[in-house]
Every structure is written in structure tokens, then in C-alpha cells.
């Protein structure tokens, strides 16, 4: 009797599950599954945002003219530059105040609250601040001539060499809060007999966070670091509203994004914008592929 009304059982389950899941599909499909693939569409015509002519199939050709583009070119670059600094910076900081507040100092609570606060600053406002800040006049500066005896002073937004590192700085105060709170919630996993078993067998602190801790929080830092190159990659808001012109000064801080937006928007290029987009998710998507399967191999080979 039994074996008869498990089957059943397990349909009735099924159903539900589905049913339950069926909002959330249907969200996804809409907002994710729908847009990539008329994007995929708008991408091998002439398509615009307003235009009174017909949509034209034009083919590959939108790809060729993308890539064969100096500015596309120059913001892949940013990109790339910004995530080879960002990633191992922002989530070695995140590490960093994880195991700090981790520990039984006193006051970790409101440390814990001051580091988290800037994730949740809208980046605009967070934006206008940290503009105001690197004025040649700001209190950057002031402090910056002060520790150098006035050596040193950039014109930080306007400089095509330091306008990317001031971006830098502002993505690193407003990330690494989050980051931090993903890799304290893995520290609080692991467990504390293990830290003691090593320190019997008089293993140093190097030695437990390389042996007990790093891969103790092997899935922590995988999800921060596949996180971190996503969000790296999407960068928009602080070189769209920091710079006196979007990716400027002359395309210095100009990424993917930025592209993107200003060909699909501003010139109302649909067609070029979407493949664009299309060519973006293909990087990013090999990209992260390829790192997690690399931060995963050098995690397990600790």
C-alpha cells in the first residue's frame, strides 16, 4: 500500500513545487529570459529607438562595427584594468575586516555597522560626496599634502591618469562592506574545534588561516570573488556622474557600460547598443567561468 501512494505523493510534491516556483519563472522569464533574447534580435538589425523607418536585418554587421571601435576598445581596457585591481583588493580588504570583527573586541557591533554603511549609500548621492572630496581643493588633497609636504596634489577627476584610481577608491569604500558580511557569516562556520586541534598540534596563526581558515571558507570567498567581477564588470554610475563628462577626461574612465548606455540611449542606436550587450554578457560569462574554476582549483590545492 505504501509503494502505491508514494508515487502520488511525490507527483502532489512535485506540483507544488512548480506551482510555488511558478511566480518566480515567470518574473525571470519576463525580466531576464525575454529582454536577452530580443536583444539578441535587435543586434542583427538597424533597429532605433525612434525612427520612423523600417527595421532592417543588417546581419553581423553591428558586431563589426563594435569591434572595430577605438572607444569600445578603450572601455573593455578600463574594464579589465578595473577588475585586475578591484578583485583581489577589494576582497582581500573584505577579508581583512571580516576576521577583525570576527574577533572579541570590543565594540565589533558598531564596527560591523560603520563598515556595512556605505553598501547601503545610494552611489549618486556617495557619488556627489566623493566628487566634491577630489576637487583639487577638497580634503583628499589637503590630506595628501599634508602627509606629503605638498608633493603631492592631483587634479584627480580631471587627470586621464589618476581619474580611474579616484573611481577605484569609491567603488572600493562602497563594496567592501558586503563582501565583508558574506565572508563573517563563512568565518562564523567554521568550526572552533579545528582551531584548536591545530593550535595543539602548534600550528602559528599563518599556519590556521592558510590550513583551517582559507579553506574553511572556500565557497565564501568563491561566491565574493565571482560577485565582485560581475559588479566590476557593470560599472557605470561613478563614471558616468564623477567625471566633468561621462568616461571622461578623453575616455579615461569610459567602460562597456557607459558605451552601451550612450549608443542604445543617447544615440538610440538599439541595434549597435544590443550587441553590445550581447558581446558584454559573452565576456563576462567566460570570464567568471573561467575564475571559479580557478579560484576553485588553487582553494583546493590549499
Given at each position: 500500500?505504501i509503494t502505491l501512494r508514494r508515487p502520488n505523493a511525490e507527483r502532489a510534491?512535485?506540483?507544488?513545487?512548480?506551482?510555488?516556483?511558478?511566480?518566480?519563472?515567470?518574473?525571470?522569464?519576463?525580466?531576464?529570459?525575454?529582454?536577452?533574447?530580443?536583444?539578441?534580435?535587435?543586434?542583427?538589425?538597424?533597429?532605433?529607438?525612434?525612427?520612423?523607418?523600417?527595421?532592417?536585418?543588417?546581419?553581423?554587421?553591428?558586431?563589426?562595427?563594435?569591434?572595430?571601435?577605438?572607444?569600445?576598445?578603450?572601455?573593455?581596457?578600463?574594464?579589465?584594468?578595473?577588475?585586475?585591481?578591484?578583485?583581489?583588493?577589494?576582497?582581500?580588504?573584505?577579508?581583512?575586516?571580516?576576521?577583525?570583527?570576527?574577533?572579541?573586541?570590543?565594540?565589533?557591533?558598531?564596527?560591523?555597522?560603520?563598515?556595512?554603511?556605505?553598501?547601503?549609500?545610494?552611489?549618486?548621492?556617495?557619488?556627489?560626496?566623493?566628487?566634491?572630496?577630489?576637487?583639487?581643493?577638497?580634503?583628499?588633497?589637503?590630506?595628501?599634502?599634508?602627509?606629503?609636504?605638498?608633493?603631492?596634489?592631483?587634479?584627480?577627476?580631471?587627470?586621464?591618469?589618476?581619474?580611474?584610481?579616484?573611481?577605484?577608491?569609491?567603488?572600493?569604500?562602497?563594496?567592501?562592506?558586503?563582501?565583508?558580511?558574506?565572508?563573517?557569516?563563512?568565518?562564523?562556520?567554521?568550526?572552533?574545534?579545528?582551531?584548536?586541534?591545530?593550535?595543539?598540534?602548534?600550528?602559528?596563526?599563518?599556519?590556521?588561516?592558510?590550513?583551517?581558515?582559507?579553506?574553511?571558507?572556500?565557497?565564501?570567498?568563491?561566491?565574493?570573488?565571482?560577485?565582485?567581477?560581475?559588479?566590476?564588470?557593470?560599472?557605470?554610475?561613478?563614471?558616468?556622474?564623477?567625471p566633468r563628462s561621462p568616461g571622461g577626461p578623453r575616455n579615461?574612465?569610459?567602460?562597456?557600460?557607459?558605451?552601451?548606455?550612450?549608443?542604445?540611449?543617447?544615440?538610440?542606436?538599439?541595434?549597435?547598443?544590443?550587441?553590445?550587450?550581447?558581446?558584454?554578457?559573452?565576456?563576462?560569462?567566460?570570464?567568471?567561468?573561467?575564475?571559479?574554476?580557478?579560484?576553485?582549483?588553487?582553494?583546493?590545492?590549499?
Amino acid at each position: 500500500m505504501i509503494t502505491l501512494r508514494r508515487p502520488n505523493a511525490e507527483r502532489a510534491e512535485a506540483r507544488a513545487g512548480l506551482l510555488f516556483s511558478a511566480p518566480a519563472i515567470v518574473l525571470l522569464l519576463a525580466t531576464v529570459a525575454l529582454p536577452f533574447a530580443l536583444a539578441g534580435w535587435f543586434s542583427l538589425t538597424n533597429r532605433r529607438l525612434i525612427s520612423p523607418l523600417p527595421t532592417r536585418f543588417v546581419g553581423f554587421e553591428n558586431f563589426r562595427d563594435v569591434l572595430t571601435d577605438g572607444a569600445f576598445w578603450r572601455g573593455l581596457k578600463n574594464n579589465l584594468i578595473f577588475v585586475a585591481v578591484i578583485v583581489p583588493v577589494q576582497t582581500a580588504g573584505a577579508l581583512g575586516l571580516a576576521l577583525l570583527v570576527n574577533t572579541n573586541l570590543r565594540g565589533r557591533v558598531v564596527f560591523r555597522t560603520i563598515y556595512f554603511m556605505p553598501v547601503v549609500t545610494v552611489m549618486a548621492a556617495a557619488a556627489t560626496i566623493w566628487t566634491l572630496l577630489f576637487n583639487p581643493d577638497g580634503l583628499v588633497n589637503a590630506v595628501l599634502e599634508t602627509v606629503t609636504f605638498g608633493a603631492f596634489h592631483p587634479d584627480w577627476l580631471q587627470s586621464t591618469t589618476w581619474a580611474l584610481p579616484a573611481v577605484m577608491i569609491v567603488s572600493l569604500w562602497q563594496g567592501v562592506g558586503f563582501q565583508m558580511i558574506i565572508l563573517l557569516a563563512a568565518l562564523q562556520d567554521v568550526p572552533a574545534s579545528l582551531y584548536e586541534a591545530a593550535s595543539i598540534d602548534g600550528a602559528s596563526r599563518w599556519e590556521q588561516f592558510r590550513h583551517v581558515t582559507v579553506p574553511g571558507i572556500r565557497n565564501g570567498l568563491l561566491f565574493v570573488v565571482t560577485v565582485t567581477t560581475i559588479l566590476s564588470f557593470r560599472l557605470f554610475d561613478q563614471v558616468w556622474l564623477m567625471p566633468r563628462s561621462p568616461g571622461g577626461p578623453r575616455n579615461s574612465t569610459r567602460t562597456m557600460m557607459l558605451d552601451l548606455v550612450e549608443t542604445g540611449f543617447g544615440r538610440q542606436q538599439i541595434g549597435r547598443g544590443s550587441a553590445i550587450a550581447i558581446i558584454f554578457f559573452v565576456l563576462v560569462l567566460s570570464l567568471t567561468i573561467v575564475q571559479r574554476r580557478f579560484v576553485k582549483e588553487a582553494s583546493q590545492e590549499s
